[in-house]
């Protein structure tokens, strides 16, 4: 077996396995996947057309994440989400990312005041379009934009992994125009604590956003309009 041939072989069980849980935690974000909904290898391997071993990987590395759970018969299911399981989430993005805004200010240029603000003015335009997916995934890229530049690896791990797993709700609740138009504001604030280098205001900001975001979601569930 060739050098070329061997490197394959030696990578082709983790490529095959982070494709199989990308696809997999993709369409579980999305709600492709809802919650509650029972995954077994044998149902997988009919539908993503991959082999037994690559697709248990996947599904372990998911229930490390909290995306699912093993059940006792076999198979995994698709993690529900509790109120209160969403409260504690919300209160944890708090902490980390405001603490994420203390390092990004130490960091931040002109430049990338320049991409916020353009980014806020996207979205701006993307709302009067009714172009609401794309406002969300604006919003996406504007609090990754600055948790990077945190420039913490493990903090921005851990900010990414708890996002993750209530990306579902934050996206309905952005696809609601006026709750997308409060969003903006907030991130508008957070540019202007930035330009004074106000790091007080920017935690403060930061943490009433968030709050905010996790008070409409509990309120939507406990109307009805959004599922746990």
Known sequence: MSNTLQKLKSFTKPILRNEVYLKLKEAILTGEIAPGERLSIGRLIQEIGFSP????????????????SRQPKGGFI??????????????IRSLLESHAMTLAIQHIQKEDILWLEKNIKESEQYITKNKLNRVSALNTEFHD??????KNDRLLSLINGLRDQIFQYRSAILRV????????????????????????AL?????????VGKEVILSEIDKGTLKI
């Open 53 to 68: 071993t690559p697709i248990r990987e996947a599904l372990l590395k998911l229930e490390q994440e909290g995306f699912v």
């Open 78 to 91: 698709v993690s529900r989400f509790t109120k209160k399981d969403i409260e504690e989430i919300f209160d």
């Open 145 to 150: 934009y600055l948790n990077q530049l945190s």
């Open 177 to 200: 125009p006026e709750k997308a138009r409060i969003s903006i504001e907030h991130h508008k604030k957070m540019v202007e604590a930035i330009k004074r280098k106000d790091v007080e």
């Open 203 to 211: 935690k403060k900001i930061t943490q009433e956003h968030i709050q």
